[in-house]
């Protein structure tokens, strides 16, 4: 998202000025909840952002999608629900005097009313999540209203990875495109837009392994997190000592009752104990879905491979309009993985937290992140050429190609030797649902 230089200043003039800090007229909160955060917190808008080629004009569009803002599973709900009590704690230290929360995040918190529907839905698509989705769809078609008008049985694909949160993000991404589409059925079966559900390797190895998470468990050891610690409890003034996993649930009440409206339980964290929290998640994604094991990479070139066969058909006059899947962060993340995309020098650790790393889950992997790529078509028919521009949240995504733009050659090159390698997985897992 574009910040203004006044907005920046404003931000910091309020920060330098402001000796208590107090979340509900911070002017400026911190939003950045890893793979919580809510889409608008970083999206572009694909109607402004998008590549006016002179000269061209759109031939196919593909695009992967992470589901809308949803409610915890069971294990995460549950621990949510039991740390609710730490509000009441947190009311009466203050008026004990104890804590250091502003009079009116106190009010805000003991106002607070908590959606039941939030931990009685399991998994299921917020109201939140599916209008973001109906808003990316609504904002693609008036990107492209012509091209995307009157759409012919054949000329589309738009299905979703198995899940009732991800089939409704797919039925309302259509919804918003205004058009009476059909909607392919989800498989538990091997998929190409969530192959490691499946792979008994990565299943096995990586996502139920807890060495994956060793250095997010070494992180919780550091000076930096336990300064974090220290600050919160407090911050909070309460005699409950607070644990790490009493720590996790509040910061996850936070997130998930975060939108476009601040959330008053952010208010038990300062801005950088929401910092700490947030390379946590990032930890996580870098070594379940990232550059922290091979595989993922792997893995991550699976759907892409579709998207090379879907724009070579496409070039040749045999293609569709519209491609477009709907799946999980974790899918997300390999694809960036396999193109090379948010790769520090340095692989992350507990050791050190750089504010300057450029793998940041809580700016390509929030709720609704999309990779989106367009192919066009340039020239007259004696001197065609063919130009593809990809967006991430809707904003040009720079790195791959010079300005944005690739031309057909690059954009081959960078996908021709990728594979569908399932050989890698060893054996296939129960699909989890």
Same mark, same amino acid.
């Given at each position: ?14 920060k330098s000025?402001?000796?208590l800090?107090?979340?509900w ?9 890893s793979?919580k955060?809510?889409?608008?917190a970083?999206?572009g ?18 695009g ?26 947190v ?7 104890? %804590?250091?929360?502003? $009079?009116q995040?106190i009010?805000?918190? *003991?106002?607070?009313? @908590? !959606?039941d529907?939030?931990?009685n839905?399991?998994?299921q698509?917020?109201?939140?999540g599916?209008q ?8 693609l078609k008036?990107?492209?209203?012509k ?28 919804s918003?495109l205004?058009e ?6 989800a ?12 792979c008994?390797?990565y ?10 998470y ?8 550091? %000076?930096?997190?336990? $300064? ?5 409890? *407090?911050?909070l003034? @309460? !005699? ?43 930890l996580r ?9 091979s ?18 058909l496409?070039k ?14 974790t899918?997300?993340d ?7 995309l ?5 692989p992350?650790?507990? $050791? ?11 700016k ?10 367009v ?5 007259h028919?004696d001197?065609t ?5 990809f967006?991430l ?6 790195p ?8 057909w ?6 996908l021709?030797?990728m ?9 296939k ?5």
């Amino acid at each position: 998202m574009k910040l203004t230089v006044l907005t920046v200043f404003i931000c910091i003039y309020l920060k330098s000025v402001s000796s208590l800090f107090c979340y509900w007229n911070t002017g400026c909160p911190y939003k950045y909840f890893s793979s919580k955060t809510p889409y608008n917190a970083v999206r572009g808008d694909i109607r402004d952002s998008v590549a006016k080629l002179k000269g061209c004009e759109p031939v196919s569009i593909w695009g992967l999608f992470r589901h809308g803002k949803r409610n915890p599973g069971i294990d995460f709900g549950k621990s949510m629900r039991d740390a609710l009590i730490i509000k009441d704690y947190v009311i009466a230290s203050y008026m004990n005097g104890n %804590s250091s929360l502003c $009079a009116q995040d106190i009010q805000n918190l *003991r106002n607070y009313v @908590i !959606d039941d529907e939030m931990f009685n839905k399991v998994h299921q698509l917020s109201d939140e999540g599916y209008q973001d989705m109906v808003a990316i769809g609504s904002r693609l078609k008036e990107a492209y209203p012509k091209f995307l008008s009157n759409l012919e049985k054949g000329s589309y694909t738009f299905r979703s990875a198995f899940g009732n949160w991800m089939e409704k993000s797919c039925k309302g991404f259509v919804s918003g495109l205004q058009e009476i589409l059909d909607v392919e059925p989800a498989t538990t079966d091997f998929d190409i837009i969530a192959p490691y559900t499946t792979c008994g390797k990565y299943q096995r190895d990586i996502k139920k392994n807890l060495d994956t998470y060793a250095e997010t468990f070494k992180y919780q050891e550091t %000076s930096e997190f336990l $300064a974090a610690k220290d600050r919160i409890q *407090r911050r909070l003034g @309460i !005699d409950y000592i607070l644990t790490n996993d009493n720590i996790t649930s509040l910061y996850d009440i936070c997130r998930y009752t975060s939108s476009d409206k601040m959330s008053p339980w952010c208010a038990m964290f300062t801005t950088e104990d929401l910092k700490v929290l947030e390379y946590i998640g990032d930890l996580r994604h870098y070594y379940r879905n990232g550059y922290g094991n091979s595989i993922n990479q792997v893995l991550g070139q699976i759907p892409l491979t579709d998207l090379l066969k879907s724009f070579q058909l496409a070039k040749a006059g045999n293609g569709k309009k519209i491609v477009s899947y709907f799946t999980h962060a974790t899918m997300i993340d390999m694809v960036y993985t396999s193109l090379n995309l948010f790769k520090d020098d340095i692989p992350l650790t507990a $050791a050190h937290r750089s504010p300057e790393r450029k793998w940041r889950s809580s700016k390509f992997s929030v709720f609704s992140a999309n990779l989106m790529a367009v192919l066009n078509r340039c020239g007259h028919d004696d001197m065609t050429e063919y130009k593809v521009v990809f967006y991430l949240n809707e904003e040009p995504l720079i790195p791959l190609c010079k300005e944005g733009v690739c031309t057909w050659e690059e954009f081959e090159d960078m996908l021709k030797t990728m594979s569908v390698n399932t050989d890698i997985c060893e054996f296939k897992s129960v699909p989890y649902i």
